[in-house]
């Protein structure tokens, strides 16, 4: 299983930004996929997951309302939609892939892309 994250950059504060990752086929078809962020200095967190059939979504508090995670089973992609950024929300972005979606939710993937840096400016 692969996963390959792009998208990052900078942005200032209230822009939007749109993160994408490559999964390969059989990750597309069989796992859950979600994203997480490590700010510097902290620990990896939760950001978004989605079911395999694309109807299931979470979220936690912090970016509730503003990010949306999609998928695309078919081009084998999964996006996160970042709006009303905030300067807290720099960090290294991660994409995952999980059997179970509850354990993305507990921050636990069984499979990492590599990170792209998000950064926002005052």
């Known amino acids: 299983v692969q996963l390959q994250a792009s998208g990052g950059g900078l942005v200032q504060a209230g822009g939007s930004l749109r993160l994408s990752c490559a999964t390969s086929g059989i990750a597309s078809r069989t796992y859950a996929l979600g994203w997480f962020r490590q700010a510097p200095g902290k620990e990896r967190e939760f950001v978004a997951a989605?079911?395999?059939?694309?109807?299931?979504?979470y979220y936690p508090d912090s970016v509730k309302g503003r990010f949306t995670i999609s998928r695309d089973n078919a081009k084998g992609t999964v996006d996160l939609q970042m709006n009303s950024l905030k300067i807290e929300d720099t960090a290294i972005y991660y994409c995952?892939?999980?059997?179970?979606?509850?354990?993305?939710?507990?921050?636990?993937?069984?499979?990492w892309g590599q990170g792209t840096l998000v950064t926002v400016s005052s």
């Open positions: 995952g892939a999980h059997w179970e979606i509850q354990r993305l939710r507990q921050g636990r993937a069984d499979y």
């Open positions: 989605i079911s395999l059939s694309g109807r299931s979504t």
